[in-house]
């Protein structure tokens, strides 16, 4: 039997209340928006990178300074191995690590030659600031390494492009910059290297395992429920705090992604229902024992062990419930009635969809860990790190990544054009103001351009009081030491390692302040100007400050508020249009055009959406709404878009059989309903207008539909049972969407309210 289509495979699942509750309760986790992890977990990390930093950066500097000799060298030996060790802190398995970084010491290579051949004009200097700023903002949206190099790649242009020099400067300044880069690779390989398993793949790995226990018929209980929950929760939780999404066109970070989706809509319809009737109890037994064995396989392989899963079995216990279904459905004395017949196939439903997810989420799985997947065709992403896809394909997914978000719905979009503009601004005043030290302006820019302007005024009053402490403190050391070079030296170390920690484990201001008490160092050795080095860094800091402000105040202000609502309206829309195309494509049959457009189409609306409410959690915004509740309508979004993926991958059930046209008419006239009450909510969040009561249920068309299938089994021919099943599953599909509708109404309504903690506190 054939293997379901792209992301077809996330096959269909009940999605009524029962199985709606879970996506609310891991919404509700998003209250805490940052995961608590142990200090031994993030702490210990932050303070190994920062003791690398204060190893690395002085010797490295040390050794520009005093054997090569060059003011120039120097100066980007220094900052280039801040750069490096400070800013650039790539994850995941030691080889990507190792391209990461390498590939980041290109980019500044090339930086660095073009910002020192605009450095002697303003305007061609803010021109080439602009096009480079937005480039390397923007193809953060490619996955997560990209986005993490952003910050060291455009340092590597603003610190040429501000300080005017010939070009025979050039060969100085990638000297500097190459001995930082080549250092810095080389600690991060070798100094206290990171984990090579990102903490996603451990919690991903713990959600299999609990789902397992839930699929396992021996383990179904109370117990098996709640951890699957917990699970699912926590994996969801972590995935959303993490700063970007680890998403990408192909290969593991992708199926990072990819498999946290695929583990919450599993989740949705492994919770047992109470039935009374069932067919074909033992097949599904054995199709559930295998899918909790395929699940189980998947947890070692993101644990790092070795093992693949048994998908012959699954495929096998999978094919052997339809075949059983079939005959028992044939071999029955008389029709029962509508009822009892839903609830006698409702079980041999959930558990074809639970296998054809359970199978998905090996495929990532593998992807994930870095494994080859062959016979996983039918992944919505390509490639894995041993078996790379062509070249082709990559540059074609990538393409599809950069015209889903080039548009004012992305926020990627949105915070490139700010970023952008604001470090073009900055360093074109930096230039014709003939500022001492021109770059503060625009490091000033970068460090507090925010998604909104509350947020940036938020960061420079915290960058403010951060700088002004550093200048007190530093100003103090160096009135102390004065001139005496070889106590600047040993001061160096210290302040490069409080000043690394301290965003991580203090907060942006004391980052600030040390960074600070770093630049009064290190000027004092390249070029000794006392105290004074200070007032020059918080006048130049300042001016940047002010230009984030009113770049941030012209430029879409008020953050991710009002975008996360049309993207909901957008996901909403987009998902719904996908069930109307695979519902009437199970109506006409395989002949009829596929839905390829419509999938694509709502699979970027679900992605945009993703990332506005990233952005939404990590902003200080104006408009306060119920955290939990717009996490339940995001989610929502994600299902409404699962089921039309498991609409369309029910039509390769029928082996080719004649499809029911008749019967399925009513089929597309409830498809058409919920697609009209899914759009109608959308409008209603953007416009806050009021949500929509739950749609009524043509229920004549349904007897129709029901009688049709009734009599298509009774005759007894194989050739439409096949496709009256198809026609029966895909209307309970929509059934739980119908059902799923209050559920979300509700969320809608509590979504601009307080949060459910601050009311219980008013109460």
């Given at each position: 039997?054939?293997?379901?289509?792209?992301?077809?495979?996330?096959?269909?699942?009940?999605?009524?209340?029962?199985?709606?509750?879970?996506?609310?309760?891991?919404?509700?986790?998003?209250?805490?928006?940052?995961?608590?992890?142990?200090?031994?977990?993030?702490?210990?990390?932050?303070?190994?990178?920062?003791?690398?930093?204060?190893?690395?950066?002085?010797?490295?500097?040390?050794?520009?300074?005093?054997?090569?000799?060059?003011?120039?060298?120097?100066?980007?030996?220094?900052?280039?191995?801040?750069?490096?060790?400070?800013?650039?802190?790539?994850?995941?398995?030691?080889?990507?690590?190792?391209?990461?970084?390498?590939?980041?010491?290109?980019?500044?290579?090339?930086?660095?030659?073009?910002?020192?051949?605009?450095?002697?004009?303003?305007?061609?200097?803010?021109?080439?600031?602009?096009?480079?700023?937005?480039?390397?903002?923007?193809?953060?949206?490619?996955?997560?390494?990209?986005?993490?190099?952003?910050?060291?790649?455009?340092?590597?242009?603003?610190?040429?492009?501000?300080?005017?020099?010939?070009?025979?400067?050039?060969?100085?300044?990638?000297?500097?910059?190459?001995?930082?880069?080549?250092?810095?690779?080389?600690?991060?390989?070798?100094?206290?290297?990171?984990?090579?398993?990102?903490?996603?793949?451990?919690?991903?790995?713990?959600?299999?395992?609990?789902?397992?226990?839930?699929?396992?018929?021996?383990?179904?209980?109370?117990?098996?429920?709640?951890?699957?929950?917990?699970?699912?929760?926590?994996?969801?939780?972590?995935?959303?705090?993490?700063?970007?999404?680890?998403?990408?066109?192909?290969?593991?970070?992708?199926?990072?992604?990819?498999?946290?989706?695929?583990?919450?809509?599993?989740?949705?319809?492994?919770?047992?229902?109470?039935?009374?009737?069932?067919?074909?109890?033992?097949?599904?037994?054995?199709?559930?024992?295998?899918?909790?064995?395929?699940?189980?396989?998947?947890?070692?392989?993101?644990?790092?062990?070795?093992?693949?899963?048994?998908?012959?079995?699954?495929?096998?216990?999978?094919?052997?419930?339809?075949?059983?279904?079939?005959?028992?459905?044939?071999?029955?004395?008389?029709?029962?009635?509508?009822?009892?017949?839903l609830d006698a196939l409702d079980p041999a439903f959930r558990v074809r969809a639970s296998s054809y997810s359970a199978r998905q989420v090996a495929g990532y799985a593998l992807l994930a860990s870095g494994a080859a997947t062959p016979g996983f065709d039918d992944l919505d992403i390509a490639g894995s790190d041993q078996v790379p896809p062509p070249a082709r394909a990559a540059i074609?997914?990538?393409?599809?990544?950069?015209?889903?978000?080039?548009?004012?719905?992305?926020?990627?979009?949105?915070?490139?054009?700010?970023?952008?503009?604001?470090?073009?601004?900055?360093?074109?005043?930096?230039?014709?103001?003939?500022?001492?030290?021109?770059?503060?302006?625009?490091?000033?820019?970068?460090?507090?351009?925010?998604?909104?302007?509350?947020?940036?005024?938020?960061?420079?009053?915290?960058?403010?009081?951060?700088?002004?402490?550093?200048?007190?403190?530093?100003?103090?050391?160096?009135?102390?030491?004065?001139?005496?070079?070889?106590?600047?030296?040993?001061?160096?170390?210290?302040?490069?390692?409080?000043?690394?920690?301290?965003?991580?484990?203090?907060?942006?201001?004391?980052?600030?302040?040390?960074?600070?008490?770093?630049?009064?160092?290190?000027?004092?050795?390249?070029?000794?100007?006392?105290?004074?080095?200070?007032?020059?860094?918080?006048?130049?800091?300042?001016?940047?400050?002010?230009?984030?402000?009113?770049?941030?105040?012209?430029?879409?202000?008020?953050?991710?508020?009002?975008?996360?609502?049309?993207?909901?309206?957008?996901?909403?829309?987009?998902?719904?249009?996908?069930?109307?195309?695979?519902?009437?494509?199970?109506?006409?049959?395989?002949?009829?055009?596929?839905?390829?457009?419509?999938?694509?189409?709502?699979?970027?609306?679900?992605?945009?959406?993703?990332?506005?409410?990233?952005?939404?959690?990590?902003?200080?915004?104006?408009?306060?709404?119920?955290?939990?509740?717009?996490?339940?309508?995001?989610?929502?979004?994600?299902?409404?878009?699962?089921?039309?993926?498991?609409?369309?991958?029910?039509?390769?059930?029928?082996?080719?059989?004649?499809?029911?046209?008749?019967?399925?008419?009513?089929?597309?006239?409830?498809?058409?309903?919920?697609?009209?009450?899914?759009?109608?909510?959308?409008?209603?969040?953007?416009?806050?207008?009021?949500?929509?009561?739950?749609?009524?249920?043509?229920?004549?068309?349904?007897?129709?539909?029901?009688?049709?299938?009734?009599?298509?089994?009774?005759?007894?021919?194989?050739?439409?049972?096949?496709?009256?099943?198809?026609?029966?599953?895909?209307?309970?599909?929509?059934?739980?969407?119908?059902?799923?509708?209050?559920?979300?109404?509700?969320?809608?309504?509590?979504?601009?309210?307080?949060?459910?903690?601050?009311?219980?506190?008013?109460?």
């Amino acid at each position: 039997m054939p293997t379901e289509r792209p992301a077809l495979a996330r096959a269909g699942a009940s999605l009524t209340i029962s199985a709606a509750q879970p996506l609310h309760r891991a919404a509700s986790g998003l209250r805490s928006r940052v995961p608590r992890l142990e200090w031994g977990d993030s702490e210990r990390t932050s303070l190994k990178s920062a003791a690398r930093a204060a190893i690395v950066m002085p010797a490295v500097f040390a050794f520009a300074d005093k054997v090569i000799g060059d003011p120039q060298a120097a100066l980007f030996a220094g900052f280039g191995s801040i750069a490096m060790l400070v800013f650039a802190d790539f994850t995941g398995p030691l080889r990507s690590r190792f391209v990461a970084y390498v590939a980041l010491g290109f980019v500044g290579v090339l930086n660095i030659a073009v910002g020192t051949l605009c450095s002697r004009n303003a305007w061609v200097a803010a021109a080439a600031m602009a096009v480079v700023g937005f480039v390397i903002l923007f193809s953060g949206v490619i996955n997560g390494y990209f986005a993490a190099a952003a910050t060291p790649a455009i340092l590597t242009f603003v610190l040429p492009a501000t300080i005017a020099a010939p070009n025979s400067v050039i060969p100085a300044r990638l000297e500097g910059w190459g001995l930082a880069a080549g250092a810095a690779t080389l600690a991060h390989m070798v100094l206290w290297p990171g984990r090579p398993r990102a903490a996603l793949l451990g919690d991903a790995a713990r959600a299999c395992r609990a789902l397992a226990d839930l699929a396992d018929p021996k383990l179904v209980g109370d117990r098996s429920t709640a951890a699957a929950r917990d699970g699912v929760a926590g994996l969801r939780r972590r995935f959303l705090a993490a700063p970007h999404r680890p998403a990408g066109p192909t290969g593991p970070m992708a199926a990072i992604a990819s498999l946290v989706d695929e583990l919450d809509w599993l989740q949705s319809f492994l919770e047992p229902r109470a039935g009374s009737h069932e067919l074909c109890r033992d097949e599904n037994a054995e199709a559930m024992a295998a899918t909790a064995s395929v699940l189980r396989a998947s947890a070692a392989r993101l644990d790092g062990r070795e093992e693949r899963p048994d998908l012959q079995r699954l495929d096998e216990a999978r094919e052997a419930v339809a075949q059983a279904l079939v005959r028992q459905l044939r071999e029955l004395p008389r029709m029962p009635d509508e009822e009892t017949l839903l609830d006698a196939l409702d079980p041999a439903f959930r558990v074809r969809a639970s296998s054809y997810s359970a199978r998905q989420v090996a495929g990532y799985a593998l992807l994930a860990s870095g494994a080859a997947t062959p016979g996983f065709d039918d992944l919505d992403i390509a490639g894995s790190d041993q078996v790379p896809p062509p070249a082709r394909a990559a540059i074609q997914a990538t393409e599809q990544l950069a015209v889903e978000h080039a548009g004012v719905r992305s926020v990627w979009f949105r915070n490139s054009v700010r970023g952008a503009v604001g470090l073009a601004v900055a360093v074109w005043i930096a230039q014709r103001a003939g500022l001492q030290h021109a770059f503060w302006v625009v490091l000033g820019t970068l460090s507090v351009l925010r998604s909104n302007a509350l947020t940036t005024g938020w960061s420079i009053l915290s960058a403010l009081a951060g700088t002004a402490a550093g200048i007190i403190v530093g100003a103090i050391l160096v009135i102390a030491v004065g001139t005496h070079e070889l106590v600047l030296w040993i001061v160096l170390p210290v302040a490069v390692l409080l000043a690394s920690y301290a965003p991580r484990a203090i907060s942006f201001a004391a980052g600030q302040a040390g960074f600070t008490v770093v630049l009064f160092v290190l000027f004092n050795l390249i070029q000794p100007s006392g105290w004074q080095v200070g007032l020059v860094r918080i006048e130049d800091v300042a001016i940047g400050f002010g230009i984030s402000l009113g770049v941030g105040l012209l430029f879409w202000p008020r953050g991710a508020a009002d975008l996360l609502r049309e993207n909901l309206a957008s996901a909403y829309a987009r998902s719904a249009d996908y069930i109307v195309a695979t519902a009437h494509q199970l109506v006409v049959g395989r002949d009829a055009a596929t839905p390829d457009s419509e999938a694509e189409v709502a699979a970027a609306a679900v992605h945009r959406l993703d990332d506005s409410f990233r952005q939404y959690l990590a902003e200080r915004s104006p408009q306060k709404m119920n955290i939990a509740s717009v996490g339940t309508l995001v989610a929502g979004a994600a299902r409404v878009r699962r089921t039309a993926q498991s609409l369309s991958a029910l039509g390769y059930m029928t082996n080719g059989d004649a499809p029911l046209t008749g019967c399925g008419e009513n089929l597309d006239a409830e498809a058409h309903a919920v697609r009209s009450w899914y759009v109608t909510l959308g409008d209603a969040l953007v416009h806050h207008g009021a949500v929509p009561p739950s749609h009524v249920r043509d229920e004549d068309a349904r007897r129709r539909l029901f009688e049709c299938v009734r009599e298509a089994v009774a005759g007894g021919d194989k050739q439409t049972i096949r496709p009256a099943l198809v026609l029966l599953w895909a209307s309970q599909h929509l059934d739980n969407l119908w059902r799923l509708e209050s559920h979300l109404g509700l969320h809608a309504v509590r979504a601009s309210g307080p949060p459910a903690d601050a009311r219980a506190r008013s109460s």
